[in-house]
Nanobody, 123 residues
């Protein structure tokens, strides 16, 4: 499956953005999908993951209560709603997908990756 992430931009602290990850090439509905991010000068880190039905999600502690991952399988799209953004959320955000049945926070377990979208939060 091919993934395309978009929706990033420049926002002030406290603001909101919604990222989208669109899939093409094959049915998306049986994939788990995760968002990762890579802050400037740092390694890529896990943000959130959602199972194939959308019924199970998991977040890294730093975004819990602020970010919401969701999906619309009819549109082959997964979303990351980001509220109450902080300067430390500044990063390139990537979506990733895989057909495994269990959720994972490990980037090397994901077989398909989008190109990344830049999110910059100003203080």
């Amino acid at each position: 499956v091919q993934l395309q992430a978009f929706g990033g931009g420049l926002v002030q602290a406290g603001g909101s953005l919604r990222l989208s990850c669109e899939a093409s090439g094959r049915p998306f509905s049986r994939h788990i999908v995760a968002w990762f991010r890579q802050p400037p000068g740092k390694e890529r880190e896990f943000v959130a993951v959602i199972n194939w039905s959308g019924g199970t999600t998991f977040y890294t502690d730093s975004v819990k209560g602020r970010f919401t991952i969701s999906r619309d399988n009819a549109k082959n799209t997964v979303y990351l709603q980001m509220d109450s953004l902080k300067p430390e959320d500044t990063a390139v955000y990537y979506c990733a997908a895989d057909t495994r049945t269990y959720l994972s926070t490990l980037s090397h377990l994901y077989s398909s990756w989008g190109q990344g979208t830049q999110v910059t939060v100003s203080s």
